[in-house]
């Protein structure tokens, strides 16, 4: 007798009975970038992200008023600051560019919408790298970061943030942070922890939206952030921000890396998130304006593929827009 998988296929109302991935707007978390050097409704486009903006700390509320009312439970912002120095410390200035964001979102629209914070030092070190610079041994430094990675959490959590996001991949910063907030009575906010963060090409149109691509000598993060060759160490670099309290894990990028979410879902009873990143934003952005895939099919498959593969929440470019089509 002839198998016939067909017969499941035959028309999309089957096929909607049957899917057994299903993408919701409760997925998707939109990334916004805020530029301190904006004023009012100023937004200034991202020339390497066809329709992504910078917004300044005013302007944010608004698309952020709308991105609630569209569905999508959560934001996850990205600094850039009018000053830099070799320590980031305007990252954990009380009246930094996120900590403004912040507040003025909280006041707006309070509990309706989920502000996540990135906390790392990239954006607003005048070298670009996520961690202090030992200049005479041309290595970034991991444990003399965490104090400054802690600060930058504490203010985030005075302004009144519901999730911080280190992204840094120091070793032991989950549990600097963790006993930072907790020792500063935040021991309410959860911590989502870039666990898997790789070393990508695919970062490229974001290092210019956030003006945070390594300036120094050290020309690249490969030193701290993971070998793409490997995913034996996605488990234990997620183990252990597990063990330090981290409470949701990013794999980041998405595409490159379906196996490791794949992965950390299968072993992890933790909720696993994955980020589509800037590269693979613009790469289907630039295939869709040269007319040579269908854009809105490519979204879809693309986000779908990431659920499928097990993540919890996605964070995307799209999620915006592909509300409004869910």
Excluded at 69 to 91: M, N, R
Excluded at 149 to 162: E, F, H, P, Q, T
Excluded at 285 to 312: F, P, V, Y
Aim: net charge negative; proline share 4%; aromatic share 8%.
């Amino acid at each position: 007798m002839i198998k016939r998988p067909r017969r499941l296929r035959n028309t999309k109302k089957i096929r909607d009975l049957v899917g057994e991935t299903t993408l919701i707007k409760n997925d998707l978390i939109m990334p916004l970038f805020i530029d301190e050097t904006l004023k009012g409704s100023e937004k200034k486009e991202i020339t390497s992200m066809p329709n992504q903006y910078r917004f300044s700390t005013e302007g944010v509320v608004e698309e952020c008023k709308e991105i609630a009312d569209l569905g999508v439970p959560a934001v996850i912002l990205f600094g850039i600051p009018k000053y830099k120095d070799e320590i980031a410390s305007s990252a954990y200035d009380e009246n930094g560019v996120i900590q403004k964001a912040i507040r003025n979102i909280k006041a707006e629209l309070g509990n309706d919408l989920l502000v996540i914070a990135d906390t790392c030092l990239c954006e607003y070190t005048s070298h670009g790298h996520c961690g202090l610079i030992d200049y005479k041994n041309n290595k970034v430094l991991n444990d003399e970061t965490l104090p400054i990675l802690s600060k930058i959490a504490i203010s985030y959590a005075n302004s009144g943030v519901d999730i911080i996001a280190p992204s840094d991949m120091m070793d032991g910063r989950v549990g600097a942070l963790r006993k930072a907030l907790d020792e500063n009575n935040h021991t309410d906010i959860p911590i989502m922890s870039y666990g898997a963060k790789y070393a990508s090409s695919f970062y490229g149109p974001f290092r210019d939206a956030a003006e945070s691509a390594p300036k120094s000598e050290i020309k690249d993060r490969k030193t701290y952030q993971m070998d793409y060759r490997n995913s034996n160490e996605a488990i234990r670099e997620i183990e252990l921000d597990i063990e330090e309290g981290a409470d949701l894990i990013l794999v980041k990028p998405a595409l490159p890396y379906l196996d490791i979410i794949k992965i950390a879902n299968d072993n992890f009873n933790i909720p696993i998130g994955a980020y589509c990143v800037s590269g693979e934003y613009s790469m289907i952005e630039a295939a869709s304006i040269n007319g040579w895939i269908n854009r809105t099919d490519a979204i879809i498959e693309t986000l779908h593929s990431i659920k499928r593969a097990g993540a919890s929440f996605i964070i995307n470019y799209w999620a915006k827009e592909i509300a409004k089509y869910l």
